[in-house]
């Protein structure tokens, strides 16, 4: 296992365009996260899954914003019409249960991220 | 809601030397976990050391150490030996239930 993946690593986008992001948790990893990261800032929590139950939203996630995680496996991050503002880096992060094996539970382990840029 | 707050923004060290990151967090929780995430240029976040609250004897990895002062709210990060590679982004997190709260980042820039 090679940790949590993150697909497409960079997407370019016009303004009113929809993009969709996919993020593959480590395996076994039944919680998983999605976290916003703009520029010199710390990440901000989006959402949170645990198995394919979708169990917070944030604030910050507003209507245009939709995340699945369909079989309780990867998850997608769908954003409609998009705008400017939406430029971020899109972090996932996955976590054990927490009789979790050998990996340190109750631990977010990150993906690499989706840079986002709005035109 | 909890709060974290790093007040350097900017840290820079010598290789070899050490260097201490500090970080303070605003809770009503009694148990709670503490984290050190790192984040290099290539963006990757990697946990550098976590700290659960009930213990009171501070966490240690290799190089890395806190100091954790939990009636003070205060967790800091020491880097001893401060090596090229620990140039990068320093966050310190907040978990209670599920959720991180993310301080706003200390960039360390490791000088040869």
Request: charged letters at 20%; proline letters at 6%.
């Amino acid at each position: 296992d090679t940790g949590v993946s993150q697909n497409p690593r960079h997407k370019i986008t016009k303004r009113g365009q929809n993009v969709t992001f996919r993020c593959d948790p480590i395996s076994e990893h039944n919680r998983l996260y999605w976290y916003r990261q703009t520029l010199g800032q710390g990440p901000e929590f989006l959402t949170y899954f645990q198995n394919e139950a979708q169990l917070e939203k944030s604030r910050l996630l507003s209507d245009r914003f939709s995340a699945e995680r369909p079989k309780g496996s990867f998850s997608t991050l769908e954003i409609q019409r998009t705008e400017q503002g939406d430029s971020a880096m899109y972090l996932c992060a996955s976590s054990p249960p927490p009789s979790g094996g050998p990996v340190l539970p109750d631990t977010q382990y990150f993906g690499p991220g989706t840079r986002l840029t709005v035109l | 809601a909890q709060t974290v707050t790093q007040s350097q923004p900017e840290m820079s060290v010598q290789e070899a030397e050490t260097v201490t990151l500090s970080c303070t967090y605003d809770t009503s929780e009694n148990n709670y976990y503490l984290f050190w995430y790192k984040q290099p240029p290539s963006r990757q976040m990697i946990l550098v050391i976590r700290q659960e609250a009930y213990k009171q004897q501070n966490a240690t990895e290799n190089r890395f150490s806190v100091n954790f002062q939990k009636a003070a709210k205060s967790f800091s990060l020491k880097i001893s030996d401060s090596q090229l590679g620990d140039t990068a982004m320093y966050f310190c997190a907040f978990r209670w239930d599920y959720k991180l709260s993310f301080g706003a980042g200390t960039t360390v820039t490791v000088r040869a």
